[in-house]
């Protein structure tokens, strides 16, 4: 099983950055990537980025240039980071951590609780 534990977020100004931060715990041997997704109320999860277990990053168009995916730890824990730059009011959203990996027979996901980036002057 795999245990997925969120941080960071907060309020911030317009043009302002946040950080956010998954811990990746437990049976994590099989992980493919770590990801993002932001979600505004009514609207389905769309993926912002992702980066594989080697640390290659991908990004989607909601990420621009403004958000940056890394990713640190070892075999017992791994932890993705979002940086969140030049914020605006519309990335005022809950953000989720998705971990994808390989278990015994087939790939899997897990997800994190959410985080809400509040961006306010």
């Known amino acids: 099983q795999v245990q997925l534990v969120e941080s960071g977020g907060g309020s911030v100004q317009p043009g302002g950055s946040l950080w956010l931060s998954c811990a990746a715990s437990?049976?994590?041997?099989?992980?493919?990537?770590l990801g993002w997704y932001r979600q505004a109320p009514g609207n389905q999860r769309e993926l912002v980025a992702s980066?594989?277990?080697?640390?290659?990053?991908?990004?989607t168009d909601s990420a621009e240039d403004r958000f940056a995916v890394s990713i640190s730890g070892d075999s017992a824990l791994k932890t993705v980071y979002l940086q969140m730059t030049s914020l605006r009011p519309e990335d005022e959203v809950t953000y989720f951590c998705?971990?994808?990996?390989?278990?015994?027979?087939?790939?899997?996901?897990?997800w994190g609780q959410g985080t809400l980036g509040t961006v306010s002057s």
């Open positions: 998705q971990y994808e990996g390989l278990g015994c027979y087939e790939q899997f996901e897990e």
């Open positions: 437990g049976a994590i041997h099989g992980l493919l990537s």
């Open positions: 980066i594989e277990r080697e640390g290659r990053p991908t990004y």
